[in-house]
């Protein structure tokens, strides 16, 4: 398993994707949260917290987390190179967790930058240092979690074709529709909370308050772990 999660991770930054992602997501959260006026802007808000930061960066991952695993099983079927691998002294297992390993390490190599932003509220705050340590902490906890599960979807949905924008938009769609897609229907059928809290988006919003409660943990990791299954699965198939 290590063998691929260096193997992986070195691959990205072998070519531009992780230099990409890692641009782009800290590129749009800096306009947006920092340089752009509207309802993101921090120095806008007239108050210092993160809030901004904790809400836009679940969708920006929303796009960025397939675009970063969309290649890692795609490529492989479609260059014929998953047969090779196969042969190697590994099971299916150490595969799926190395290139899962890989692609999440990325995300965090990418969200890392943004703990100055801390450093800024921090400063920003009146009287300085007036920041909930609590729910920040428990929002950077939230999002690695939501990072864990988009990527295990974003793998999955690359065992789905050998065309990467095929795998790249079934990710999107699918993460989209777990974030965001129970909300909707909750709403539709007057604010169901049971049907709110199928989606991923409530369970985020949950720990981004600071309260880490265990059904918040068990549900990430529990929809983590059935697409990192499901996408075994495929892989014993090919």
């Given at each position: ?12 930054f072998?070519?531009p994707i ?6 782009v997501f800290?590129?749009?959260?800096g306009l947006?949260l ?7 802007n921090i120095?806008n808000?007239g108050?210092a ?13 929303l796009?960025l987390i397939?675009?970063?695993?969309m290649?890692s099983?795609?490529d492989?079927f ?12 590994i099971s299916?297992w ?5 290139k899962?390993?890989?692609s ?8 890392v ?14 009287p300085?240092?007036n920041?909930?340590f609590?729910?920040?902490?428990g929002s ?6 939501l990072a864990a599960?988009?990527t295990s979807?974003g793998?999955f949905?690359?065992t ?13 769609l699918?993460?989209f ?10 709403d539709?059928l007057?604010g169901?909370?049971?049907i709110?809290?199928?989606g991923?988006?409530e ?5 981004s308050?600071?309260?880490i ?6 549900y990430?990791?529990s929809?983590?772990?059935f697409f990192l ?5 495929r892989?014993?198939?090919?």
């Open positions: 398993m290590i063998a691929i999660l260096k193997k992986e991770f070195n691959s990205f072998a070519s992780a230099y990409l992602v890692i641009g800290l590129l749009l959260n947006f920092w340089v752009f006026k509207g309802d993101f120095l808000a108050f917290d993160l809030n901004s930061f904790f809400f836009f960066a679940p969708w920006v991952f796009f397939p675009a970063i695993t290649k099983f795609a492989e479609n260059s014929g190179t998953i047969e090779l691998l196969k042969t190697k002294p299916d150490q595969i799926v967790l190395g899962f390993a890989a999440l390490l990325l995300v965090i190599v990418a969200l930058p943004t703990l100055t932003y801390i450093y800024t509220i921090y400063q920003l705050g009146n300085a240092g920041i909930d609590g729910s920040t902490i950077y906890l939230g999002l690695l979690f599960t988009y979807i793998l949905t690359s789905l074709s050998k065309n990467q924008i095929v795998a790249f938009i079934l990710g999107v699918i993460t529709f777990l974030f965001y897609g129970f909300d909707v229907i909750s539709t007057g169901d909370l049971t709110k809290k199928m991923l988006n369970h985020f919003k949950s720990i308050r600071g309260v409660d265990t059904r918040d943990i068990v990430f990791l929809v983590t772990i299954f499901i996408t075994k699965t892989l014993d198939h090919e």
